[in-house]
């Protein structure tokens, strides 16, 4: 009788030799589903592994639960933003019981969608992806089937679990504020193709100046500004009156904004006012500080979890999207517009 090997059993199931021995040693590299298949398929052709019996040849505890995090390059280098929330997951993922794998995705792993090993052997029992890779990565990620979910991103082709900021009542949020304060006309900053993010922020910044009658002024609309400081001074350059304030979609934005009106002579917020979004750093090292729209990132973490365990639970429920409030903090770089 022909002696059963690894490779039969490879040929059985379309898998490769090395599959197979990581299955039967528990090594790390294939998914628990197919490892109960290879021990399976070796029980029933009656492979014997290191002169054991056939009777004797048991699945193999599994290793620690893990769970995969990956993002760009990009957004692993805004660590003001999402290093609060990495550490967040972190604390949490270790509470219960899960160790957690790190990946930056490359340009070049992105565009070629190619995917980090643990995730194209399933040897992860969760992913958790941070902002925006692409949309064709994502969805390669989503076909290998592992329970997955997104953070500060979303896309209407994507059927997958979502944490995202409450973006567009945000930014009406802090528009009121400034309309509170007596301003009409009120400036927009930002690139509402970089991120949904800032197209959403820029639906709440109109929906809260029609809601109050304000003027909508296309030239007191920038939507396609890189955050730089030439292009910000270029942009304000190009402008011949300056609406009483301004709102940005970011951090940086803001900061940019401040300080490239200072350089050109406005005082801020006795002639212009300054409202942006997150409340990073940059918020709080400039003079004034700027007011700004705070988000709870250990909660964004927190609620990130929460969710991902969850949907390791019920694979088959339908996906959701969990929308994170965020605070206005008013601080010293809007006032009452000068009569």
């Avoid at 500004?225 to 910000?232: A, F, G, I, N, Y």
Wanted: hydrophobic content about 35%; charged content about 25%; proline content about 4%.
């Amino acid at each position: 009788m022909k002696k059963i090997t690894m490779q039969d059993i490879a040929d059985q199931l379309n898998i490769s030799k090395n599959s197979v021995s990581q299955a039967l040693t528990g090594k790390s590299g294939v998914s628990e589903e197919t490892r109960r298949m290879v021990i399976e398929k070796a029980n029933e052709l009656g492979y014997k592994y290191k002169g054991q019996p056939q009777s004797s040849l048991q699945p193999i505890q599994s290793e620690p639960k893990t769970i995969a995090l990956i993002a760009s390059e990009f957004a692993f280098s805004q660590t003001a933003f999402f290093g609060q929330i990495y550490l967040s997951v972190e604390k949490l993922i270790k509470q219960e019981g899960f160790r957690l794998l790190i990946q930056s995705i490359t340009s070049d792993a992105r565009d070629s969608l190619e995917l980090p090993d643990f995730i194209e052997n399933k040897s992860v029992n969760g992913i958790i992806i941070l902002s925006h890779i692409s949309t064709d990565y994502i969805k390669k990620v989503l076909d290998t089937d592992i329970p997955t979910i997104l953070i500060d991103h979303h896309d209407p082709t994507l059927d997958v679990d979502a944490i995202l900021t409450n973006n567009r009542f945000g930014a009406f949020k802090a528009i009121k504020h400034l309309i509170d304060l007596g301003h009409k006309n009120i400036g927009f900053m930002g690139d509402i193709d970089f991120s949904p993010s800032y197209q959403e922020r820029m639906e709440g910044y109109l929906l809260a100046l029609r809601e109050y009658d304000c003027p909508i002024r296309d030239e007191w609309m920038i939507t396609d500004l890189e955050e730089s400081d030439e292009s910000v001074w270029n942009a304000l350059d190009s402008i011949e009156e300056q609406p009483t304030a301004w709102f940005c979609v970011n951090d940086g934005l803001g900061f940019y904004t401040l300080t490239t009106l200072q350089r050109k002579g406005y005082r801020v917020p006795t002639d212009i006012s300054i409202c942006n979004f997150d409340n990073g750093k940059l918020s709080n090292i400039v003079s004034p500080k700027i007011t700004t729209m705070g988000i709870d990132l250990t909660y964004y973490g927190e609620k990130a979890i929460e969710q991902l365990l969850w949907r390791i639970k019920n694979p088959d429920q339908r996906t959701q999207e969990v929308l994170i409030p965020a605070t206005l903090l008013v601080k010293e770089s809007t006032a009452e517009v000068k009569k």
